[in-house]
């Protein structure tokens, strides 16, 4: 049985775990390549002889406790530049409590500072939650992700509105509801003994109460600090009603009356509650791509539009955008904030990646240039857009196949087409056949194949011919199918390209462990782990390898620990498909 060495309560491993897990659920549903980490650390409350100053968990988190071993006294300094320790309560239990708020807030910044630093070299950002005291330690959950995916969100810049603290993202309110259950979690008798997650509430409801959270940053701009709810509860409503049989369509402005870039096109002697979902349905009737509704988040007072050149700046001009039923979506300059739909909110995404798309392209047609790969970025972007679904062939052989094919296709004389080409041709059935450098050879072309085991009866035909063409062209391809459910498919779907040094050093990592006599399963389950996750990339001299000292490692460990629970990992085999390409020039 393994021992804590860092030992702050017995089942801090179980709930670090858990956390952990609850993070991946929560926050892959936002964006895929958060990535997020979880770790614990523990500050020791009041000095003992038997009990470490500082823990982590788990042990292995990236940094050591000797990093922490003046926290206390940073702790120490952050307190006394608080700007608001100077405020004063007339009850002294209100007084002690807040003196006790700005010293666990300043652990906090503490603790953040030495987690935080370097990190930005390390792509990592970090975000820590407010201490809670755990037998004797003030328990910190620091959550670390992507730095370049986090940022990559559009994010306000204040952080507090007059007095009060506000949302800057949608990613921002998780993280901070996402803390708020750890600490509940963490306030329970032995936090993580249960079988049970930690938490209460699934991961949609969490996100569904980051968004609500969210709305209470234009609630603030406009200077309506009651009915924190209301808003997000008003949205959903008011996108959910139908008029006449139509569905909610348009535009609704939030700010305070008589905001400087805004014009007032008509007034309404009597404004309408926002909690008249329908009257306001019925309003948004009469808005168009110029005339929105004007709201201060309580009332609609007019219809009108935004005027002259706002200033982003001060962050008080929101715009709710009614796009579909029961589709809406938060805006700050022409930044999407949060998109919601049937109540539930996510991050806006772009409906097809275009990183995957550059790498890719660049990967079947390695001649290609940097401005061809644009260009084509430009016309594919544009086919996404037709609604009944689309496919676009772009092929190295693209001349060859129209000759070809042509029995069953539209061939035209070879031009290199435009987004306002595209958007012609990709009107009617068929695909649009170009070569790398945007030259269009025909449309409406009814792509032929052998069957693959590749298809799928779950997808259309218009995926499924596409899989069967590429796997049996003769010439690199590929082909982006736009689906009449909004989905988008790239043809083939290529694994991401990693560094062959990071299977090299687990493989290295398993040589060290079949050594040590000091077996760490932990160690071992976690390299296997990453390796079964990308087994795509083992080479069979590879897998060779690692089953072998796989075989060796479990074998020592039965000498060394023969009472330890073991998992029975099945050998790892190659994949055909991989090859060389999938490794990164390092």
Same mark, same amino acid.
């Given at each position: 049985m393994?021992t804590?060495?860092?030992?702050?309560?017995?089942?801090?491993?179980?709930?670090?775990?858990?956390?952990?897990t609850?993070?991946?659920?929560?926050?892959?549903?936002?964006a895929?390549?958060l990535?997020?980490?979880?770790?614990?650390?523990?500050?020791? !409350?009041?000095?003992?002889?038997?009990?470490?100053?500082?823990?982590?968990?788990?042990?292995?988190?990236?940094?050591?406790?000797?990093?922490f071993?003046e926290?206390?006294?940073?702790?120490?300094h952050?307190?006394?530049?608080?700007?608001?320790?100077?405020?004063?309560h007339?009850?002294?239990?209100?007084?002690?409590?807040?003196?006790k708020?700005?010293?666990?807030n300043?652990?906090?910044t503490?603790?953040?500072?030495?987690?935080?630093?370097?990190c930005e070299?390390?792509?990592i950002?970090?975000?820590?939650s407010?201490p809670?005291?755990v037998?004797?330690?003030?328990?910190?959950?620091?959550?670390?992700?992507?730095?370049?995916?986090y940022?990559?969100q559009y994010?306000?810049?204040?952080?507090?509105? =007059?007095?009060?603290t506000?949302?800057t993202?949608?990613?921002?309110?998780t993280?901070?509801?996402?803390?708020?259950h750890?600490?509940?979690?963490?306030?329970?008798?032995d936090?993580?003994?249960?079988?049970?997650n930690?938490f209460?509430?699934?991961?949609?409801?969490?996100?569904?109460?980051?968004g609500?959270?969210?709305?209470?940053?234009?609630l603030?701009?406009?200077? !309506?600090?009651? =009915?924190?709810?209301?808003?997000?509860?008003?949205c959903?409503?008011i996108?959910?009603?139908?008029?006449?049989g139509?569905?909610?369509i348009?535009r609704?402005?939030l700010?305070k009356?008589?905001?400087?870039?805004?014009?007032?096109t008509?007034?309404?002697?009597?404004?309408?509650?926002?909690?008249?979902?329908?009257?306001v349905?019925?309003l948004?009737e009469m808005?168009?791509?110029?005339?929105?509704?004007?709201?201060?988040?309580?009332y609609i007072?007019?219809?009108?539009?935004?005027?002259?050149?706002?200033?982003?700046?001060a962050?008080?001009l929101?715009?709710v955008?009614?796009?579909?039923?029961y589709?809406?979506?938060?805006?700050?300059? !022409?930044?999407?904030?949060?998109?919601v739909?049937y109540?539930q909110?996510?991050?806006?995404t772009?409906?097809i990646?275009k990183?995957?798309f550059?790498?890719d392209?660049k990967?079947?047609?390695?001649?290609?240039t940097?401005?061809?790969?644009?260009r084509l970025w430009?016309?594919?972007?544009?086919?996404?857009?037709q609604?009944?679904?689309t496919?676009?062939?772009?092929?190295?052989?693209?001349?060859e196949?129209?000759?070809?094919?042509?029995?069953q296709?539209t061939?035209?004389?070879?031009?290199?087409?435009?987004?306002?080409?595209?958007?012609?041709?990709?009107?009617?059935?068929?695909?649009?056949?170009?070569?790398?450098?945007s030259?269009?050879?025909a449309?409406?072309?009814i792509?032929?194949?052998?069957?693959?085991?590749?298809g799928?009866?779950?997808?259309?035909a218009?995926?499924?011919?596409?899989?069967?063409?590429?796997?049996?062209?003769?010439?690199?391809c590929?082909?982006?199918?736009?689906?009449?459910?909004g989905?988008?498919?790239?043809v083939p %779907?290529l694994?991401?390209?990693?560094p062959?040094?990071?299977i090299m050093e687990a493989?290295?990592?398993?040589?060290?462990l079949?050594?040590?006599k =000091?077996?760490?399963?932990?160690?071992? %389950?976690?390299?296997?782990?990453?390796?079964?996750?990308?087994?795509?990339?083992?080479?069979?001299e590879?897998?060779?390898?690692?089953?072998?000292?796989?075989r060796?490692?479990?074998a020592?460990?039965?000498?060394?620990?023969?009472?330890?629970i073991q998992?029975d990992y099945?050998?790892?085999?190659p994949?055909?498909?991989?090859?060389?390409s999938?490794?990164?020039?390092?």
């Amino acid at each position: 049985m393994e021992t804590i060495e860092l030992f702050m309560w017995g089942y801090q491993h179980y709930f670090q775990s858990s956390a952990q897990t609850e993070a991946k659920n929560i926050f892959s549903k936002l964006a895929s390549d958060l990535e997020p980490n979880v770790f614990l650390v523990g500050v020791l !409350n009041e000095i003992q002889d038997d009990c470490h100053l500082i823990c982590m968990e788990p042990e292995d988190c990236g940094y050591k406790p000797s990093e922490f071993a003046e926290v206390k006294k940073l702790a120490q300094h952050f307190e006394a530049i608080d700007l608001e320790r100077d405020v004063l309560h007339g009850d002294p239990n209100a007084q002690n409590n807040y003196e006790k708020h700005l010293k666990l807030n300043a652990l906090k910044t503490a603790v953040h500072h030495i987690v935080d630093g370097g990190c930005e070299y390390r792509n990592i950002i970090s975000f820590c939650s407010y201490p809670v005291l755990v037998e004797q330690y003030w328990v910190i959950v620091v959550l670390q992700f992507n730095r370049d995916t986090y940022l990559a969100q559009y994010s306000l810049i204040k952080t507090k509105f =007059n007095i009060f603290t506000i949302n800057t993202s949608l990613l921002d309110a998780t993280v901070e509801v996402y803390f708020e259950h750890c600490a509940k979690a963490l306030g329970k008798p032995d936090p993580g003994s249960g079988l049970r997650n930690i938490f209460e509430r699934d991961s949609d409801e969490i996100i569904f109460a980051a968004g609500k959270k969210l709305m209470y940053t234009p609630l603030a701009a406009c200077g !309506n600090f009651g =009915n924190w709810h209301r808003l997000f509860e008003a949205c959903n409503t008011i996108s959910s009603l139908n008029y006449e049989g139509a569905e909610g369509i348009g535009r609704m402005w939030l700010s305070k009356r008589g905001h400087p870039n805004l014009e007032t096109t008509l007034t309404l002697l009597t404004p309408v509650k926002l909690q008249n979902y329908r009257a306001v349905r019925k309003l948004l009737e009469m808005t168009t791509d110029e005339i929105c509704l004007l709201s201060d988040s309580d009332y609609i007072y007019g219809l009108g539009n935004i005027k002259g050149s706002y200033e982003q700046r001060a962050e008080d001009l929101f715009l709710v955008n009614f796009t579909k039923h029961y589709t809406w979506e938060l805006l700050h300059a !022409n930044h999407v904030m949060m998109r919601v739909a049937y109540r539930q909110p996510e991050l806006p995404t772009e409906s097809i990646n275009k990183h995957k798309f550059e790498t890719d392209v660049k990967r079947i047609f390695p001649e290609i240039t940097p401005k061809e790969v644009s260009r084509l970025w430009d016309l594919v972007l544009e086919a996404t857009k037709q609604k009944h679904g689309t496919m676009v062939v772009v092929s190295s052989g693209a001349k060859e196949e129209s000759n070809r094919l042509k029995n069953q296709a539209t061939v035209i004389k070879p031009v290199e087409i435009t987004t306002q080409i595209m958007k012609v041709i990709t009107a009617i059935d068929g695909a649009v056949l170009i070569d790398s450098t945007s030259n269009c050879y025909a449309v409406g072309v009814i792509l032929d194949g052998l069957a693959s085991d590749k298809g799928s009866s779950a997808r259309g035909a218009r995926y499924n011919s596409a899989i069967r063409y590429v796997e049996t062209s003769q010439y690199p391809c590929i082909a982006i199918v736009v689906s009449e459910d909004g989905s988008i498919d790239f043809v083939p %779907n290529l694994m991401p390209q990693i560094p062959r040094s990071s299977i090299m050093e687990a493989i290295e990592q398993l040589r060290k462990l079949k050594d040590d006599k =000091n077996l760490d399963w932990k160690k071992f %389950n976690k390299v296997i782990d990453f390796l079964s996750k990308h087994q795509f990339y083992l080479q069979p001299e590879m897998c060779n390898t690692i089953n072998s000292l796989k075989r060796e490692v479990q074998a020592t460990g039965e000498r060394v620990g023969p009472m330890a629970i073991q998992i029975d990992y099945p050998d790892f085999s190659p994949n055909p498909e991989m090859n060389e390409s999938y490794f990164l020039d390092e």
